[in-house]
């Protein structure tokens, strides 16, 4: 890296990613770029970043899925604003011996989904880091007037719905941590390694469903359902019960906790990165929501709860209430 410098970097990146398109003017290689806002319409911004040693290692996952995953992960967020995505912004700070083709894998792991996603990369910045290396992503998406979801939306009585299956990306965790062999793992297994370092955002579900106004509030599920589950009570005045065994949980760490000794469930309640989404839906609305969600058509949805008016943050097992556990922490 330190041999090629930032201008001959940002050149090259210029290469591995697609023209933008044409509600982007201006793009990469100004001082700033220029999109154009949907007629209409808002604009929902997001931020995250991933740094090396806590949120991947470079031991684990290949350039092109931390490229990947770098950008999966705002794009959920935008996903649980029922937001589309329109453009993204990439900042790098990146050890001066890191290797170029690494660098280009990664880039390219970016630019594919933000192709597949219409999130276009529009910009950004290059450093030098003295330690690890640091992925800052900025995301723009576009939504309408009163056509966006909120996590502090609910209300007491609303059933809660999650997308998808839960405690696969927790699992595929715990295997590279336990560094288990891909080959002596069924397909299923293998399947949750790659949900870990290759989550897919639920856009086109956050979309379909809050264009539809078919959910009262809607949270990812970044770390863990326990954590979304509450902090979605906590925005919306609320307190929160999930049936224990409501839960979709992935079979991939059915299998591979029944093996390990551990307890699927607990992945899917305290397992971080799954990135499905968790929503409010007002009893009233639920034939809407439930036909909504079909018109996605990338998911399942699963009732798995519900708000209450009681407060705290409960686990119902065959009638007794526990203390749901707390979420992931990096």
């Excluded at 154009?36 to 929902?44: N, Y």
């Excluded at 911004?45 to 999966?72: C, M, N, Q, T, Y």
């Excluded at 640091?134 to 997308?163: C, F, H, P």
């Excluded at 009262?216 to 359902?225: C, E, F, K, Q």
Aim: aromatic share 4%.
């Amino acid at each position: 890296m330190a041999a090629l410098g930032e201008h001959a970097l940002i050149e090259r990146l210029g290469r591995l990613v697609r023209k933008a398109p044409s509600h982007v003017p201006v793009g990469i290689g100004d001082d700033a770029a220029i999109v154009e806002p949907d007629r209409g319409a808002l604009m929902a911004v997001s931020v995250d970043a991933l740094v090396e040693g806590v949120h991947f290692r470079r031991s684990w996952s290949p350039p092109r899925s931390i490229g990947h995953k770098a950008l999966a992960v705002a794009l959920s967020d935008l996903a649980a604003m029922g937001a589309a995505p329109r453009a993204s912004l990439l900042s790098l700070a990146l050890p001066e011996g890191f290797p170029v083709a690494e660098f280009d894998e990664l880039l390219e792991g970016f630019a594919a989904l933000a192709d597949s996603s219409r999130a276009a990369l529009i910009g950004g910045n290059i450093a030098r880091s003295p330690g690890p290396i640091v992925i800052d992503v900025t995301v723009l998406g576009s939504v309408k007037r009163r056509r966006w979801l909120e996590r502090g939306g609910g209300q007491a009585g609303d059933e809660l719905y999650v997308t998808g299956d839960l405690g696969a990306a927790a699992a595929g965790l715990a295997m590279r941590e336990a560094a288990d062999s891909s080959g002596e793992l069924e397909a299923s297994e293998r399947a949750c390694i790659d949900r870990y370092e290759r989550p897919e955002p639920r856009l086109r579900m956050g979309q379909v469903i809050g264009r539809n106004r078919a959910a009262a509030a809607a949270i990812d599920l970044s770390d863990g359902l326990a954590d979304g589950a509450r902090q979605m009570a906590q925005a919306s005045q609320t307190g929160v019960v999930l049936e224990a065994d409501a839960i979709p949980l992935n079979e991939g760490a059915r299998r591979w906790a029944a093996r390990a000794g551990a307890d699927a469930l607990t992945l899917a309640l305290s397992g971080g990165e799954d990135y499905e989404l968790l929503f409010a839906v007002r009893p009233r609305r639920r034939r809407a929501f439930l036909a909504a969600a079909k018109q996605a058509g990338n998911s399942t949805v699963t009732k798995i709860g519900r708000l209450t008016r009681e407060p705290g943050a409960w686990l119902d097992r065959g009638g007794q209430l526990q203390p749901l556990p707390a979420g992931f922490e990096h």
